[in-house]
């Protein structure tokens, strides 16, 4: 599935290096509620952005980009406190709903981080990915999605609970 081996994943600097940079965001009250709304049916919604987060903090860190950016606005991506109802409506303006309670949230975001959030649902959506993090933060959106809808992203929840004390 993820073709690192588990190890390079979780190493002792990937693991440090983004506790610091999403600590401060999870223990929050805002980011803590995700955990009562259902994400993709099989996980909650926290869970299921901590996973975003990490693997595009990860493969942005991999790659040389901007990690710091990747993993907070994939923390941030889903940040709304409204049941999925399936509708066209929420799949095309959450975005926006997810981004305006993030610049709350954080006092405000970067361009960057803005775009990112904005653009994680196109093509659907209005907001076009505009830096190669935006583009990354869409497609591990997908990914996790995938492992959400077929029962596989816990495993990886899992480890990233026991690797990671900030996110618990
Ligand atoms: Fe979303
Ligand atoms: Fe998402």
């Not at 901590?50 to 980009?65: K, M, N, Q, T």
């Not at 941030?76 to 709350?104: K, Q």
Request: proline content about 2%.
């Amino acid at each position: 599935m993820i073709s690192w081996k588990r190890k390079k994943l979780f190493s002792q600097e990937n693991e440090s290096r983004f506790n610091e940079y999403i600590k401060g965001l999870c223990a929050t009250e805002q980011m803590q509620r995700l955990r009562e709304f259902d994400h993709h049916k099989q996980i909650n919604r926290y869970d299921h952005v901590l996973l975003v987060s990490f693997l595009s903090f990860a493969l942005a860190r991999r790659w040389g980009w901007d990690d710091k950016a990747a993993a907070r606005a994939g923390l941030l991506h889903d940040l709304f406190w409204t049941e999925c109802d399936g509708t066209v409506h929420l799949c095309i303006h959450h975005p926006e709903t997810a981004c305006a309670n993030a610049e709350a949230l954080t006092g405000g975001l970067t361009k960057k981080e803005r775009n990112i959030i904005l653009s994680h649902m196109w093509p659907a959506g209005r907001h076009l990915p505009r830096c190669r993090e935006a583009w990354m933060v869409d497609l591990v959106d997908t990914f996790v999605t995938v492992l959400d809808l077929t029962n596989r992203s816990q495993k990886y929840n899992r480890m990233l609970a026991e690797a990671v004390p900030a996110i618990n």
